[in-house]
């Protein structure tokens, strides 16, 4: 008979002795995926309001803000989630969030 899941499951049991065989899968990033679908919000770039100082370009947690030439670019909207967190730091107010047109 199969053990319980109380005598199984303990303080020392490690991940790779409840995990079965097969269904743990490998990292992997936004690149390579479209995640800009999962978007309800989306951040629009007022270009005469920003002072590029590239405070948003590190808060992004999807890497949405590109920087060329020590300049930021448009965002990538592939990968931007909407999360809002680049218009939160933005100093000049150079970035507004609004609601994904579908």
């Known amino acids: 008979m199969d053990k319980k899941i109380s005598e199984i499951i303990t303080e020392n ?3 790779k002795d409840i995990t079965p065989a097969g269904n ?6 936004s690149q390579e995926f479209n995640t800009g679908e999962w978007r309800v919000d989306k951040p629009i770039f007022i ?3 920003c002072k590029q ?3 948003c370009v590190p808060v992004c947690p999807d ?3 590109p920087v060329e030439n020590k ?4 965002f990538d909207l592939m990968h931007c ?3 809002g967190i680049c218009a939160k730091v ?12 579908v």
């Open 13 to 15: 049991i490690s991940w």
């Open 24 to 29: 743990v899968y490998a990292g992997g990033t």
């Open 47 to 49: 270009e005469d309001k």
């Open 53 to 55: 100082c590239l405070l």
């Open 63 to 65: 890497s949405s803000i």
């Open 71 to 74: 300049k930021r670019a448009e």
């Open 81 to 83: 989630k909407g999360c």
């Open 90 to 101: 933005c100093p000049f107010d150079a970035i507004e969030m609004v609601k994904e047109e």
